[in-house]
Nanobody, 127 residues
Framework: QLQLIETGGASVQPGGSLMLSCAAS????????VGWFRQAPGKDREFVAT????????YYAESLKDRFSISRDKIDGTVYLQMRSLKPEDTAVYYC????????????????????WGQGTQVTVSS
């Protein structure tokens, strides 16, 4: 069983930045595609970004691609989500998911394709 741990959530003012991290407890993520999703109160979980094992392929939600950036450590596979110019509507619990990758270029924006999930980290954007 893969246990994912998200860190980095915080309360920030509009326009601020945060970096979230997703790591595996006791293991590495270097054989998994990883995605970030978020869920705001009263809303469905929505796709944010995903990155392939290779680290050089990523895909973003269209509305976020100009402000968010996903990357991964080449050694242990820890995945980062850099968020800039944060807005109140970015307020949500952010979850990372890991998917067993069939190929090093595999990645997905579909939540049900992920095999493991973390507990989430709260991001609050408010003045």
């Amino acid at each position: 069983q893969l246990q994912l741990i998200e860190t980095g959530g915080a309360s920030v003012q509009p326009g601020g930045s945060l970096m979230l991290s997703c790591a595996a407890s006791g293991r590495t993520l270097d054989t998994y595609a990883v995605g970030w999703f978020r869920q705001a109160p009263g809303k469905d979980r929505e796709f944010v970004a995903t990155i392939a094992i290779s680290g050089d392929r990523a895909y973003y939600a269209e509305s976020l691609k100009d402000r968010f950036s996903i990357s991964r450590d080449k050694i242990d596979g820890t995945v980062y989500l850099q968020m800039r110019s944060l807005k109140p509507e970015d307020t949500a619990v952010y979850y990372c998911g890991a998917a067993r990758a069939l190929h090093y270029t595999y990645m997905s924006s579909i939540a049900k394709e992920y095999d493991y999930w973390g507990q989430g980290t709260q991001v609050t954007v408010s003045s």
